[in-house]
């Protein structure tokens, strides 16, 4: 491993290849903050630069930077202005948008830039000492528990509404899970639920609804009722985070880096889930006083997503280049680079190029050091955006939500349907239905339905869920996740009756 | 009733109509080899209709019970707050959407821009003018000549 490691280093440390960690990360920094334009647009843009080079380290050096640079520069716009323009980035708005509001923006993007950089750097030296051992465990894991792991996913979201918000959460998943089956299914390549409109034939668009569910809303709201986006006194503070807030994050940190790596070595997962998961587990773990805090700018509450979702990009490398079995759609494109560029990732290829697996995790551990050096310095100027007079900021909201919507799919229908689940979107808000589970049912749902009906077809039936015990206790804490909370406000409201009954 | 029942009941109808669409509409066209399969296209939504029924009625019904919150914007008082202006922007996002076809991108995107701000309330024209055109331009530099994503950018009419 020593021989790999130094023959990693003297690789990624050619000036070409360093050249190429710090462009990938700075050009997906600031196409990753566009809305609409996530990871995998990148990446497959970007494919044509990188195979002209010729040379297979260095053309999947400068992905992987581009790559970490998108899922960065994503939770930019989650933070600042509620508009999540990739999946996984989703559960970052959630305590980072309110921090935003508190003006906090500054504390927010730093305490994103820290636990990126922690998750991605701990993914790394996982990747290096677990990637030999870590495939043939991937290979356990088979849809019915793919299936199994997205039922508690869903139903940890739900349960985390809190009380007496679990059946709107519950609503609003399976609405977002059937929304998810319009349009064409992968196994079927039947036209369901499209009332005959041809632009549903391939579904609702992630991006479009996204954009619907939370930036719309939002602005909208701002719209009604005037406020000062940056707190009271209009200025930006609190930029550094404090000794005790780094203490409280610090094992939310060590936790989630594992935690979503291990999501991300299995194919299918990636940080999408990694980050829902990670910020389930970290609340419901907390203790109860900053439970309550989750939600309304907890710093916890964004490390965990942020790490979560770092520490899964570098576990999705795993699968990729000990397997070959891209995991993601984004690690697909870049299993298409690599094999256009000659090189066939699998089992051999620490025997047969040991100098590009090793250049990749060396070009890892750069890439996290250049996103932190290069944003650290940017984040107040990054902040200001919150300080553009709300006249014009909230035109250039709608428009990026639009835009976000347009350059996917370059269907004008898309912009029709943005603006129409907007409204349906802020009417759910105003009766405080919670918006966030419908957005990831829909995300989770065609993986979902895919890894179930796969299933049932090599189980011939429903028996996978008691024959394999994996699938089985993964379910059982599905159920006991929905259940417990209610159960739980149910005694303590009797035990507060009870007592008021005694006086 | 309060609003939140009310959309329960709106919710209940969306699964009872996919739902019939579900169980009713789907399995006749199926092809023969396909109903062999032990999972069909109306499986799962099948499973996700009823659920979803359940949980509507739940709400519907009151079953669980919640505690009042402070809403952000109480939805009764809706005309005490800018209803007109965010109704007028709603408006001027369905025009964009028509325009941006005919009219091309830059022409759409720099009047989206503009009327949005004027709707806001801001008279500035001086600055206005220049940040809309600015943006729209830099915009669809990006995304055309960097990126490489076609934007019709003018009119049809001017061989945009």
Known sequence: MLEGLLVGLQTAFSIQNLLMVIGGCLIGTFIGMLPGLGPMSIIAIMIPIAISMGDPSAALILLAGVYYGAIFGGSTSSILLNAPGVAGTVASSFDGYPMARQGKAGKALTVAAIASFAGGTIGALLLMIFAPALSSVALLFHSAEYFALMVVGLSAIAAFAGTGQVAKALVMTLLGLIMATVGEGALFNLPRFTMGIMDLQSGFGFITLAMAMFALPEALFLVLKPKDLQGDDGKIKELRITGQEAKAIAPVIGRQSLQGFFIGVLPGAGATIASFLGYAVERNIAPKKEQDEFGKGSVKGLAAPETANNAACTGSFVPLLTLGIPGSGTTAILLGALIALNVTPGPRLMVDDPQIFWAVIMSMFIGNLVLLVLNLPLIPYIAKILTVPRNYLIPFILFFTLMGAYIGQNNATELLILVGFGICATALKFADYPLAPLLIGFILGAMMENNFARSMQLYDGVSFIWERPMTLGLLAIAVILVVLPSYRARRAKARQDGVADGD | ?160
Request: net charge positive; charged share 15%; glycine share 8%.
């Open chain 2, 1 to 160: 009733m309060a609003l939140d029942r009310w959309l329960a009941l709106v919710i209940l109808g969306i699964c009872l109509a996919y739902g019939y669409a579900a169980w009713f509409t789907m399995d006749g066209s199926l092809a023969p080899f396909m109903k062999r399969n032990p999972i069909w296209p109306s499986t799962f939504p099948k499973v996700l209709s009823v659920l979803g029924i359940i949980a509507a009625l739940v709400i519907l019904l009151g079953l669980e019970k919640a505690e009042p919150k402070e809403a952000d914007i109480d939805y009764r008082r809706l005309g005490e707050y800018n209803l007109g202006q965010a109704l007028l922007l709603l408006a001027l996002m369905v025009a964009y959407a028509l325009c941006l076809r005919p009219l091309g991108f830059l022409i759409s995107t720099s009047a989206l821009l503009i009327l949005g701000s004027f709707i806001l309330g801001e008279r500035k024209w001086h600055i206005m003018l220049p940040v809309a055109v600015i943006a729209a331009v830099s915009v669809w530099y990006l995304v055309q000549v960097v990126l490489g994503i076609y934007m019709r950018p003018l009119p049809g009419i001017l061989g945009g």
